[in-house]
């Protein structure tokens, strides 16, 4: 598949670095607690509006289920309406095909520099690299991004770019790329870090010929992208260049202006505890001849990039995602390794059901195993996607088509034989938990099980009383 | 074929239901319908209620009774933090006497050297704190954009309680949206190093609103 590369074949591999990574784990340890606060802080928020989490995110999955029960239909409305305002819009089965209509628009338009607001999708296309390639300059403005640029890295988190990043990195960061010296830094000098990149960055803002942006949604009644940021670079990059691009995925439309003000009660609180982020910006069309600001022209690149072939599929509802990060914020998993183990855009568990959905199954084999099953990420979704489930649903794919090794593959299938036949069940069950404690050390624990030793490479198994579930269940019955 | 016929008829072979017209026309009915979502339950004094929001947002509000005393309030504040004595303003807002305060106020679109931006509104948002601003020849966007600072003057006749009650108002009095609608909900900010909110990212550093008209 064309755009970004995928690495997601080395999620083991790279799952043991990060493990390693000191420095790694002390921003991740840092940040989780903040993360969750801020989400609790904003679900207070909703309950003292009167506001019923569950009840507003009913409305919100209903709202985009109905886009994608008739996502064509949704799509051609937006299109209609978006050009009756002067906007062109352009349509990109893949990565390649983004890169390419960004870079004619480019040489069409005699484009040196590009401003850039977050955009997935440009990940997704690897959009940097081809620009780069036909002697654009991209320029990534929102902060964390600024900083992931700066260090030739992907973003580890899809609204926290950089989270997996120390003061004391970004300073060294930004003293080789801004021609200072290193300093030692405290939390107390984050304002001047955010100071520097404002500085660095303005006159990247004003001299830019096309400014890039994603778009939180589009909206099929007037024809708009609308843009949440707290930073006020996508204000910047969508109001200064003459040449205004949005690239966003074909599953972004919503029908109202209402039911943008529904999903807007539940995305900042969901992502960052806000009730609203900073600037929530409603662009439709382009400058009028008497206006002194606004782009000359607004170009939308709709990207299908496998996303069509969710539909209609049981992975649908993953469609509905509006990108908020509570998934991973709330993940055990994505707070051990951080967002880049999972090695292509989208890291945590919804980038566990959308990688190997949209790079190829077989492109991405430990990605739906990359969950301990609490089902945390299903609690937080704001758009209610059953995250698990989902994953467990990719995981038969694989058994079905082959992907895992032979011995896993036929061990399940025994197993399966076996839980169709209760009796021989319970009596191997039996026979297996008196043997486990046997194997134990006298303190509940196998320290080397040489049946699988990979399960102890890093952990005890820990065991249980000798007796099976259903004979434990049965005396309690009895009692 | 081209992408968009290409993407358009695998989405048509993915969707089931009825037939493209009957499923057109239904999408335009629910454009028509225009339904709310669940509403929040406000208290019903929206001015206090967005005061209190726009300062949890980190905006500083000065309330006085009536247009006329708009320029002595800015300029005080402009004082206070020692801001100097020139701004510039959105065009719609030059019938304001800023010279009678001793303020030197240029009436156009902001550039990266004005240090002082100042605008009215099309209306405020109770619910969240929120200004809601048009872009337009007389209300140009980069007035609330380039400055550090963005003085905002709000007609508390214009509080209005939640974004739907916003857009319902826009509908009424403008029928087509502008070409950029700005909703804005104190300074910039980022956090995004080490997650920790710091103020002043790349818009305005400090937002001040001016609630005119009476007070509570
Ligand atoms: S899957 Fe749900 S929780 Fe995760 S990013 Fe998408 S909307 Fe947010």
Redesign the pocket.
Request: glycine share 6%; net charge positive.
């Given at each position: 598949m064309a755009g970004m590369r995928s690495q997601a074949m080395h999620f083991q591999a790279r799952a043991g670095q990060k493990l390693a990574d000191e420095v790694l784990q002390g921003a991740l340890r840092r940040a989780q607690p903040l993360f969750t606060a801020k989400r609790q802080k904003g679900m207070a928020s909703l309950a003292a509006d009167g506001l019923d989490f569950g009840h507003l995110r009913a409305a919100a999955a209903a709202i985009r289920q109905a886009v994608l029960d008739d996502l064509d239909v949704w799509l051609e409305l937006f299109e209609a309406r978006a050009k009756a305002r002067g906007a062109e819009v352009l349509w990109a089965r893949d990565g390649a095909e983004v890169s390419q209509l960004v870079v004619d628009l480019a040489r069409r338009h005699a484009v040196r520099t590009v401003t850039k607001s977050k955009s997935m999708l440009s990940e997704e296309a690897a959009l940097n690299a081809a620009l780069l390639a036909a002697g654009v300059r991209p320029v990534e403005t929102d902060l964390g991004e600024y900083i992931v640029q700066l260090a030739d890295e992907p973003p580890s988190h899809?609204i926290a770019p950089a989270v997996h990043k120390t003061i004391a990195q970004v300073d060294a960061l930004f003293a080789d790329a801004h021609g200072r010296p290193r300093q030692t830094r405290h939390s107390s000098d984050i304002p001047a870090l955010a100071r520097e990149a404002r500085e660095i960055l303005r006159p990247q803002f004003l001299a830019a010929d096309m400014g890039i942006s994603g778009a939180n949604f589009l909206v099929a009644e007037t024809g708009s992208a609308v843009l949440v940021t707290n930073e006020g670079n996508g204000r910047l990059v969508t109001t200064l260049p003459r040449l205004h691009v949005v690239i966003t995925g074909i599953e972004k439309v919503v029908p109202t202006l209402e039911d943008v003000a529904t999903l807007l009660r539940l995305l900042p609180r969901?992502a960052t505890g806000q009730d609203i982020s900073n600037y929530v910006s409603l662009l439709t069309g382009t400058k009028s001849a008497d206006e002194s600001d606004g782009p000359d022209q607004t170009v939308f690149i709709l990207v299908d990039n496998g996303r069509a072939g969710l539909l209609g599929s049981e992975f649908e509802p993953m469609l509905r995602?509006?990108?908020?990060?509570?998934?991973m914020n709330h993940c055990p998993v994505y707070f051990s390794l951080g967002g880049h183990a999972y090695g292509w855009v989208y890291p945590g568990?919804?980038g566990s059901v959308l990688t190997p959905l949209l790079t190829g199954l077989d492109q991405a084999l430990d990605l739906p195993w990359a969950s301990t099953g609490c089902n945390q990420?299903g609690e937080?979704?704001?758009?209610d996607?059953p995250?698990p489930a989902l994953m467990r649903g990719l995981r038969e794919r694989q058994q079905h088509q082959q992907l895992r090794p032979r011995g896993e593959r036929w061990a399940r299938r025994v197993w399966g034989w076996l839980a169709l036949r209760p009796r021989l069940y319970r009596w191997l069950t039996r026979g297996l938990v008196r043997y486990l404690h046997w194997l134990a050390d006298g303190q509940g624990r196998i320290r080397i099980f040489g049946l699988v030793p990979g399960w102890t490479a890093g952990r005890d198994l820990p065991v249980g009383p000798g007796r099976s579930f259903h004979e434990l269940y049965a005396a309690r019955k009895r009692d | 074929m081209s992408a968009r016929a290409d993407i358009l008829a695998r989405l048509r072979g993915a969707v089931a239901g009825s037939d493209r017209v009957t499923r057109q026309a239904a999408a335009e009915a629910r454009l028509l319908a225009a339904a709310r979502g669940p509403q929040p339950v406000l208290p019903p004094d929206g001015r206090l209620r967005f005061q209190q929001r726009a300062v949890a947002q980190a905006c500083t509000v000065d309330a006085v009774a009536g247009w006329a005393s708009v320029p002595a309030a800015v300029a005080s504040y402009l004082e206070t933090h020692d801001l100097g004595t020139v701004a510039v303003a959105t065009p719609d807002l030059a019938a304001i006497d800023w010279a009678s305060a001793g303020l030197r106020v240029a009436c156009r679109g902001a550039v990266d050297a004005d240090q002082v931006g100042i605008s009215g509104c099309f209306c405020a948002i109770a619910e969240t704190g929120t200004l809601l601003l048009l872009s337009g020849p007389q209300t140009p966007a980069t007035v609330s954009l380039l400055p550090e600072t963005h003085v905002t003057l709000v007609d508390s006749r214009r509080i209005v309680a939640t974004m739907e009650d916003a857009f319902a108002l826009l509908r009424a009095e403008h029928g087509q949206l502008p070409r950029a609608v700005n909703f804005v909900s104190g300074p910039s900010r980022t956090g995004d190093i080490e997650q920790t909110i710091v103020l002043g990212a790349h818009g305005p550093c400090r937002v001040h609103l001016i609630l005119i008209g009476e007070t509570v």
């Open positions: 899809i969901s995602c509006i990108r908020c990060g509570a998934c568990p919804m990420c937080v979704c704001p758009v996607i995250l | -």
